[in-house]
């Protein structure tokens, strides 16, 4: 059976990817502009079709990692989660700079639900499920 702390992870994990997912589609049309600007310079056109499906793809990229943590117990998954987590705390200072506008609410939200769903998987029930996969035999079942 699962511990209550990945039960937690799945909620706070999954709605933070949510979360992000609606923040780009208010977002959309701006990171567009904004990088087919970048791209123009060097000689490179980039169209909503290419921003779009490359979000697509890390929203996919996510959702493995949670799948990989929560049903597989993958511990090499959860640090890459973590790794995640933090990088995406660098750009904290600029969520709090200028004007409050839904997208930066939408991104805090989404920010907080990741650092929860990062102390779900260090809580004491938690460990010890990924302990008792890593621990068990490799052709038992992982899916307790």
Known sequence: MRPESIRWFDLTYLGS?????VDFVLERDALTAQLTAQFGESGLTLGAGIVTGTFVAWMAFLVLLWFLVARKRMAGAKWVIVLLVAIGLYALPTLFTGTLTPERVVSVLSLVLSLVAVYCLFR???????????SSDPGQSADG
Request: proline share 6%.
């Open 17 to 21: 990817v949510a979360l992000s997912a």
């Open 124 to 134: 004491p029930d938690a460990k010890a499920w990924f302990a008792a996969r890593e």
